[in-house]
């Protein structure tokens, strides 16, 4: 079993950046594929980026691809996404999530990830 923290979240405009970090506790934190996600008022959560376990593979959605980066530190047991030129469309409360069923797989669909942080709300102004 593991735990997620989200954190890094915040106020920021048009064009600028954020960093937020996954921060995971228990056991074999590498033996998961990792991704975030995120949920704006009123819609379904959507993929944003994914890991696979030893951060050899990522996968984004077209929505964020350029812009976002994910990336991880087995050693830390951390996973970071870089948000860069940031758009009101962005603005979301963020999830960090995490699966052990196919670890060498980024996947893309929430119900294969079996643990869940609480969200870092990221709001974008215009």
């Known amino acids: 079993q593991v735990q997620l923290v ?3 979240g915040g106020l920021v405009q048009a064009g600028g950046s954020l ?3 996954c921060a995971a506790s228990g ?3 590498s033996t998961y594929a990792m991704g975030w996600f995120r949920q704006a ?4 959560r959507e993929f944003v ?3 696979n376990w030893s951060g050899g ?8 691809k350029g812009r976002f980066t994910i990336s991880r530190d087995n050693a830390k047991n951390t996973v970071p996404l870089q948000m860069n030129s940031l758009k009101p469309e962005d603005t979301a409360v963020y999830y960090c999530a995490a699966t052990a069923r196919r670890p060498g797989v980024p996947s893309t669909d929430h119900i294969t990830y079996d643990y869940w942080g609480q969200g870092t709300q990221v709001t974008v102004s215009s």
Request: cysteine-free; glycine content about 8%; aromatic content about 8%.
């Open 6 to 8: 989200e954190s890094g």
């Open 41 to 44: 008022p009123g819609k379904e």
């Open 19 to 21: 960093r937020l970090v």
């Open 57 to 64: 593979r990522t996968t984004y959605a077209d929505s964020v």
């Open 27 to 29: 056991r074999a934190f």
């Open 49 to 51: 980026a994914a890991i």
